[in-house]
């Protein structure tokens, strides 16, 4: 079986800063692998692993996916192939122009199943995968929780809110996984090691046959909500007067 | 605030059908509801704020609700609406991201606010990095697609003299469907958050798994649902996903949030920002969900939860 996986560079959201005026400070946030993204990598070694075939990354963006460091992160995860789309139309491409890159690079390396996260975990829109489906006109779903491989088919489980599903699927198809579909396994030095001799090839948009990248969203502004100012009325200490002191502010506030 | 023209809505749930059609008065002149239920559920669309409803009838044992894409995507076509919203929902998620691949789009997801310019222009607003910025976002087609958070719109009080009309529609042929074989229920309570009237918070402070009980305990006997922070759903997995506040975009506004355990990170306390009171229970006077609340107290929690539980709060 053929497995792509797609993934995602995104910020270390936890060391975003917000300036004095609300805006973001990402002066100290390092790119990294998109976190559930893993979880597709994960899952489609499993399932290699189990029936045989080969796992190839993909990500498209600008000239960040370039990063060394990234492209070896990806690699030591276990993928045999790294494909990169780059062009700097991609710097702000949202999830329909992601979608429509994804399907090109797609179509041109050839595949059995596409594999995504949940969501990127910097703006978790849970589109791109499913769009990608539909632009293939493939079978696509989210939520996937398990794949078990059945010949030429996949039975897959579905955890949706209240109810899980057991799914049947013919194969090309584009699945999006959940963040709990497996534990991901942390890649040793050999891996690492390992990573650096796989084959990276690079395209750009004219290569894999796109001329417009217009996207059909457009960021107005991304600002920190202001805090709401509040008492910060403080109580020290756990012995029994003092949570009563506290409980009697509770008291007078739930009335 | 200016209205746009013609809005569209679309729910897998009751609840949020009635939001939705209230949220469609609110933004435009006419409301049309897609709806997939029974005769019932149709005539009440129309009640809740729709002009016209589009009844796709009840969802047939055999399919799934995303199966219905292709029919909601004819009659978008024909009907040409400025918006199409649908509630925030797992399947309505993939219906809102097919549909956007069959119009050219993306679909703006989790929306939190829409807001309507002078020159009639559309902004989304939704939640980004873990809940730590609000980003908004202008539709550049000529149809944009949202999906909508739970409590985004509220629901209208009495609709009952409203008129409007019930239109039939056939089921079309859906592309590439997936085979049904199994669907059972899953054995976790469904819990939301964004309804809550009180919410209690708990962190890594809580230490460890057996520390849920009486947090549990603390929550019933507060008449509240039960939330937590990223680590304690993503890393620990001692709570489901249902549960955080963090990535996913969850905005809650109960009357009281209560905090255990929790020191403030900032994805954290974004998402609970729009509560009335915020009160805090945490260990290290140098938390900086002090800063953030109303009420603290510093102190054990396995000291001060079973006090909070012996004082019939």
């Not at chain 1, 700097?88 to 595949?111: M, N, Q, S």
């Not at chain 1, 457009?218 to 409980?247: M, N, W, Y």
């Not at chain 2, 925030?88 to 989790?110: P, Q, W």
């Amino acid at each position: 079986m053929k497995v792509i996986v797609c993934y995602k560079i995104v910020p270390e959201e936890a060391n975003i800063e917000i300036n004095q005026d609300g805006s973001l400070s990402f002066a100290n946030a390092e790119w990294k692998l998109s976190q559930y993204d893993l979880n597709a990598v994960e899952a489609a070694m499993q399932l290699v692993e189990a029936v045989g075939g080969s796992v190839t990354a993909l990500t498209v963006g600008d000239q960040k996916i370039e990063n060394s460091k990234l492209k070896k992160s990806i690699l030591a995860r276990g993928p045999e192939d790294l494909y990169l789309v780059k062009d700097e139309r991609l710097k702000r491409a949202d999830t329909h122009l992601t979608a429509a890159v994804l399907a090109a690079a797609v179509a041109y390396i050839g595949f059995d199943l596409v594999l995504c996260g949940e969501g990127s975990s910097d703006f978790y829109a849970q589109q791109v995968g499913i769009q990608l489906g539909e632009l293939l006109q493939v079978p696509v779903i989210n939520a996937v929780s398990k794949i078990t491989p059945a010949g030429d088919r996949l039975i897959i489980e579905r955890t949706l809110e209240d109810e899980i599903e057991t799914l049947e699927l013919s194969l090309p198809a584009v699945l999006a996984v959940t963040a709990d579909i497996n534990v991901t396994r942390l890649p040793g030095m050999k891996e690492i090691l390992a990573a650096g001799k796989k084959p990276v090839t690079e395209w750009d948009l004219h290569k894999i046959g796109i001329r417009h990248a217009g996207p059909r969203v457009e960021e107005v502004s991304t600002l920190a909500p202001e805090q709401v100012a509040r008492k910060k009325i403080l109580v020290e200490g756990d012995s029994e007067p003092k949570i009563a002191e506290f409980l009697d502010y509770i008291r007078k506030e739930l009335k | 605030m200016r209205r746009l023209k013609n809005i569209w809505v679309f729910a897998d749930k009751a609840s949020s059908l009635a939001e939705l059609c209230a949220g469609g008065r609110q933004l435009g002149e006419n409301v049309a509801a897609v709806v997939l239920g029974g005769e019932e559920t149709a005539r009440q669309a129309i009640e809740q704020g729709a002009d016209q409803v589009y009844w796709l009838g009840l969802k047939a044992e055999d399919k799934m609700l995303e199966d219905y894409t292709r029919t909601i995507a004819g009659l978008l076509e024909k009907h040409r609406p400025e918006l199409f919203l649908l509630n925030a929902g797992r399947r309505t998620k993939v219906v809102a991201g097919r549909l956007a691949a069959l119009f050219a789009t993306s679909a703006i997801t989790d929306a939190m606010q829409f807001v309507i310019g002078e020159n009639g222009d559309l902004q989304i607003a939704r939640l980004v990095y873990g809940g730590l910025a609000i980003r908004l976002e202008k539709p550049l087609s000529a149809m944009a697609i949202a999906t909508v958070g739970n409590g985004v719109f509220k629901a209208a009080a009495d609709g009952s003299n409203r008129q409007g009309t019930v239109t039939e529609v056939p089921w079309v042929e859906d592309g590439c469907r997936l085979k049904l074989l199994e669907r059972r229920a899953r054995d976790t309570e469904p819990v939301d958050l964004a309804a809550a009237a009180r919410v209690v918070g708990v962190g890594r402070g809580i230490g460890k798994e057996e520390g849920l009980a009486m947090v549990y305990a603390l929550a019933r006997q507060l008449k509240a649902e039960v939330a937590c922070t990223r680590p304690l759903a993503e890393g620990e997995k001692w709570m489901s996903p249902e549960r955080y506040i963090g990535v996913s975009g969850t905005m809650i506004k109960p009357d009281m949030y209560l905090a255990l355990g929790i020191s403030g990170q900032i994805q954290h306390m974004t998402g609970v920002n729009k509560a009335r009171v915020i009160i805090a229970v945490n260990k290290d006077i140098n938390a900086p969900i002090f800063e953030q609340s109303d009420y603290g107290l510093v102190g054990d929690l396995y000291k001060i939860i079973p006090a909070l539980l012996k004082s019939r709060l």
